[in-house]
């Protein structure tokens, strides 16, 4: 089987223009990531011409309505959606949080004028945030059925609204929108829900990758393990080894026809003091090597008093799956 390849684009800076901030540094408030349950949710059985002839346009009344009903079945399936907030001059300070759903993937603030649905809204502190989508009450509507203010299901207005028909997989843009009311920090996170036609009997629901732990400096590192860092060398760290995990999975080629390949997952290091280098791990390049996963943390020696640091290890699965592991430790200069 083929692994998936990855094309990294990288943007030159010019000799004038300042040195942007570490982006392994989390030291203001941010959304570190985002990742839904399930991460994927297929259509079965599939026709593509059902995609193609749902996506033509038009309203939902000259559409036929077993072909609607097919597809909207999905959209009755619950979902749990799940964001990594970090707030770390925060000192527990609640946050405004509004979630919603658009059919743009291009609407970055996703508030498209009439193209957007309202999923939820509140205040709470930072941390690790789940919001359950299953349709028991209106703060938790089904995003699939969510209905656009002119009365079009959500579903179907991306659907109609891709330019290739979702012969790639519906994507639903979903955008945190993250503000704190004592300052003027305000932050955006847009994570895409997949739904996927099944063109072939081999293609099979995604699954949220997990990572089955982390070394620090070859050692296990256990979740409830505080360790005592100092000075100023550097740390490695690594994750256990997943190679297991890495599912394969088929895809449609242009033609349709099946295509197999393998996961390559990624992994992002971040953390709330210094700095991790590499940033983002992982991935297979063009001429099939894998990239091996080891990120060293170099501790910001110009801090004179010791600090709590915490660490965070994303994991994405280049098909939408994502999610984090977190570890803590005391550092003394």
């Known amino acids: 089987m083929r692994r998936a390849l990855v094309i990294v684009l990288a943007a030159l800076a010019g000799a004038c223009t300042p040195p942007l901030p570490n982006p392994t540094g989390v030291v203001d408030l941010r959304v570190v990531a985002a990742s839904f349950e399930a991460p994927e949710v297929l259509i079965s059985p599939c026709d593509p011409r059902l995609l193609v002839s749902l996506g033509s346009g038009g309203s939902t009344n000259q559409i036929d309505p077993a072909s609607l009903a097919r597809l909207l079945v999905v959209g009755q399936r619950p979902l749990t959606y799940r964001a990594l907030v970090v707030d770390p001059k925060g000192e527990g300070r609640e946050l405004s949080y509004r979630l919603r759903a658009c059919a743009n993937q291009g609407d970055r603030e996703c508030d498209n004028t009439d193209d957007f649905v309202e999923l939820t809204s509140g205040k709470r502190p930072a941390g690790e945030w789940t919001f359950t989508l299953d349709g028991s009450a209106p703060d938790k509507p089904l995003l699939g059925t969510a ?24 994507r639903i843009p979903v955008m945190l929108e993250v503000r704190a009311s004592d300052t003027d920090e305000h ?36 979740e409830d393990f ?45 953390t709330t003091h210094g700095t991790m ?3 983002e791990t992982g991935g297979t390049s063009f001429d099939g090597n894998t990239e091996r ?38 550092w003394t200069p």
């Open 277 to 279: 280098s590499a940033f």
């Open 187 to 222: 932050v955006f996170a847009q994570k895409l829900m997949v739904v996927q036609c099944q063109f072939f009997p081999s293609m099979r629901e995604n699954v949220t990758p997990v990572l089955p732990g982390v070394l620090l400096r070859g050692e296990p590192w256990a």
């Open 226 to 270: 505080v360790p005592e860092l100092s000075g100023g060398d550097e740390v490695l760290m690594e994750p256990m080894d997943f190679s297991a995990l890495e599912e394969a999975y088929t895809v449609p080629s242009l033609s349709l026809s099946p295509v197999n390949l393998v996961e390559s997952w990624k992994i992002a290091w971040y």
């Open 147 to 170: 209905l656009l203010p002119d009365g079009q299901p959500l579903l179907l207005e991306a659907l109609t609204q891709d330019s290739s028909r979702g012969l790639g997989g519906i």
């Open 293 to 330: 996963h080891r990120s060293r943390w170099q501790p910001d020696t110009t801090v004179k008093e010791p600090r709590d640091v915490t660490f965070f290890f994303v994991v994405r699965d280049g098909r939408g799956g994502q999610s984090w592991l977190t570890r803590r430790a005391k």
